[in-house]
T-cell receptor
């Protein structure tokens, strides 16, 4: 079975450009998480979906960040008007269950975004 | 929000040594994740535990819920264990900054 995949793996954007990052979770996984990892730091939570519902977006750093998962499978993280401080690796993870259950998360390889 | 602290930040060991990485958190949690991140970025989940101890091969994870502390141990360390080890609280998904482990042959 395929794991979590993300595309593109690398993205270079000029400051002010919009970018869209895609995550394909493991088939059948209910929960999907997006994280941002700056160089030399641990990941930071951005947002969480249970199926198509975005249950927590408290980690999104600004209103330039938007995430969706319209059919409860593939998710897209969009960053509008990118700025240099957005440069980071964006990680996606999925897990089988949701709600109050405790489930292992499976991580994708990440998308490294560089804003010039 | 939970504050998750790890120590040490960096750790260098000789092959065969016993390794301990510590994680403490400020707010009670239902479970804690231990993750491994290799150069190149891929993250693998090692353990998810809510009490006591778990063992997988040469890796052992323990958690003390009352003391808000967890440890990851590696027995008979090997150069291929070189990676960044990260703990994260399950409730808020707050991550520690990671411990960079280098095991020398």
């Amino acid at each position: 079975g395929a794991g979590v995949s993300q595309s593109p793996r690398y993205k270079v954007a000029k400051r002010g450009q919009d970018v869209a990052l895609r995550c394909d979770p493991i088939s059948g996984h209910v929960s999907l998480f997006w994280y941002q990892q700056a160089l030399g730091q641990g990941p930071e939570f951005l947002t969480y979906f249970q199926n198509e519902a975005q249950l927590d977006k408290s980690g999104l750093p600004s209103d330039r960040f938007f995430a969706e998962r319209p059919e409860g499978s593939v998710s897209t993280l969009k960053i509008q008007r990118t700025q240099q401080e957005d440069s980071a690796v964006y990680l996606c993870a999925s897990s089988l269950g949701g709600g109050q259950g405790i489930y292992e998360q499976y991580f994708g390889p990440g998308t490294r975004l560089t804003v010039t | 929000k939970n504050e998750v602290e790890q120590s040490p930040q960096n750790l260098t060991a000789q092959e065969g040594e016993f390794i301990t990485i510590n994680c403490s958190y400020s707010v009670g949690i239902s479970a804690l994740h231990w993750l491994q991140q290799h150069p190149g970025g891929g993250i693998v989940s090692l353990f998810m535990l809510s009490s006591g101890k778990k063992k997988h091969g040469r890796l052992i994870a323990t958690i003390n819920i009352q003391e808000k502390h967890s440890s990851l141990h590696i027995t008979a360390s090997h150069p291929r264990d070189s990676a960044v080890y990260i703990c994260a609280d399950h409730n808020d998904m707050r991550f520690g900054a990671g411990t960079r482990l280098t095991v020398k042959p």
